[in-house]
């Protein structure tokens, strides 16, 4: 691993680390904040952020204020970025497919499938690397926003026992049933819809074997919650299985990075109380 930027920051440290990713298969970035704890001694509960479309592992760090609520826990942050990159790399002139818009699945169509398995990245890759690299624990936390809070949902429905906490702004509640997903699952998985089920939070709550608490939040004037992320369609899928959820409508924030920064401490107390219990 090479690391390619440090920044002293609450008493830790901002890092971002470059590597070789054997999911992948292509190099790979990542944003790590390292609480004081963490670079003194005992190891520390990792949460892990999954960004939206277009995003990087930088956006996050730069943007949202995350360093001075993970210091006031203690807690490490880990952002990696949105898909695999480079020239191999199969991309697609539209925002919201290829490069920048790797959905955290597995592909499974070409010519997508010889890299985009964001999914084994995030689940499985990203945290054995944190862990064996860095002074942090087995006690994960995952969370994202619109994309990224899809990613966190599924990876955390798809991994039961592997995180003791979840959260989301803003998600794609049901890629199943809305436009970008339409493309994407399309794209990435094929025209067989019922495979499509694996990666839609909606459908995978009904069989959930674990019943991990949401906490999620919505802007009451985001301009994609009628048409893309559908938060009707997770509360009713949630009630339907009696799933814990907390929906939170926010009236006047939309889907920027001022309403995640707006309600970031509250996500950092939620997954906090779990991973310190």
């Not at 990087?56 to 990696?80: D, L, M, S, W, Y």
């Not at 990159?85 to 955290?104: H, I, K, P, T």
């Not at 699952?185 to 009904?206: H, K, N, P």
């Not at 069989?207 to 939040?217: G, Q, S």
Request: glycine share 8%; hydrophobic share 40%.
């Amino acid at each position: 691993m090479q690391r390619i930027e440090q920044h002293a920051s609450f008493g830790g440290r901002q890092e971002v680390w470059r590597h070789a990713s054997s999911s992948l298969h292509c190099h790979m970035q990542f944003a790590i904040w390292l609480p004081k704890a963490a670079l003194l001694g005992p190891p520390c509960p990792v949460v892990y952020w999954l960004s939206g479309l277009t995003c990087t592992e930088k956006h996050f760090i730069k943007q949202a204020g995350v360093q001075a609520h993970a210091a006031r826990h203690g807690v490490i942050v880990v952002a990696p970025d949105t898909s695999p990159r480079g020239d191999c790399v199969a991309n697609d002139e539209a925002y919201d497919l290829g490069q920048g818009a790797g959905f955290y699945l597995n592909a499974t169509q070409a010519p997508w499938a010889a890299h985009y398995r964001m999914q084994d990245y995030v689940a499985h890759e990203l945290p054995l690397l944190v862990e064996s690299h860095f002074a942090a624990n087995d006690a994960r936390a995952i969370f994202g926003h619109s994309m990224g809070g899809h990613g966190a949902m599924v990876t955390a429905l798809r991994h039961p026992g592997r995180y003791r906490s979840v959260s989301a702004f803003s998600p794609i509640a049901s890629p199943s049933q809305v436009p970008w997903g339409h493309k994407a699952l399309t794209a990435y998985l094929g025209e067989d819809r019922e495979s499509w089920l694996a990666w839609d939070t909606v459908a995978l709550i009904a069989e959930a074997t674990e019943r991990l608490p949401l906490l999620v939040d919505q802007g009451g004037a985001d301009e994609f919650m009628a048409t893309q992320l559908r938060p009707d369609l997770l509360e009713e899928a949630c009630k339907l299985a009696n799933h814990p959820l907390t929906l939170r409508r926010h009236e006047g924030y939309d889907h920027s990075y001022y309403f995640i920064a707006s309600f970031l401490s509250d996500h950092l107390d939620h997954h906090a109380q779990s991973l310190f219990t």
